[in-house]
Nanobody, 125 residues
Framework: QVQLVESGGGLVQAGGSLRLSCAAS????????MGWFRQAPGKEREFVAT????????YYADAVKQRFTISRDNAENTLYLQMTSLKPEDPTVYYC??????????????????WGQGTQVTVSA
């Protein structure tokens, strides 16, 4: 298992930007496809984006395409999510997750075996 810790959340105005980080430890980070999910209060956790083990391929939910960018630095064991044009309706808690699958076209929660504790993002109108 790989241990994941998110950071970078906070309060931002609508239209603003924020970069989330996810630090990994334990098993070899570069052997995992990685993803970001998010969850609003009272709602189900939803897929945001995934990235292949080497960073060459990415996959996004329609709701965040053209606004969010997922990336990774395998030398630093860190996953990132650059968020721009944030909206008040963007869900609040963001989670990073690791998958041992060889595919990066992953969007379901069961596809991921390790999760971080989440970082809160609040977008003010």
């Amino acid at each position: 298992q790989v241990q994941l810790v998110e950071s970078g959340g906070g309060l931002v105005q609508a239209g603003g930007s924020l970069r989330l980080s996810c630090a990994a430890s334990g098993r070899t980070f570069s052997s995992y496809a990685m993803g970001w999910f998010r969850q609003a209060p009272g709602k189900e956790r939803e897929f945001v984006a995934t990235i292949s083990w080497n960073g060459a391929s990415t996959y996004y939910a329609d709701a965040v395409k053209q606004r969010f960018t997922i990336s990774r630095d395998n030398a630093e064991n860190t996953l990132y999510l650059q968020m721009t044009s944030l909206k008040p309706e963007d869900p609040t808690v963001y989670y990073c997750a690791a998958s041992s699958s060889s595919s990066y076209l992953l969007s379901r929660i069961p596809d991921f075996g390790s999760w971080g504790q989440g970082t809160q993002v609040t977008v003010s109108a």
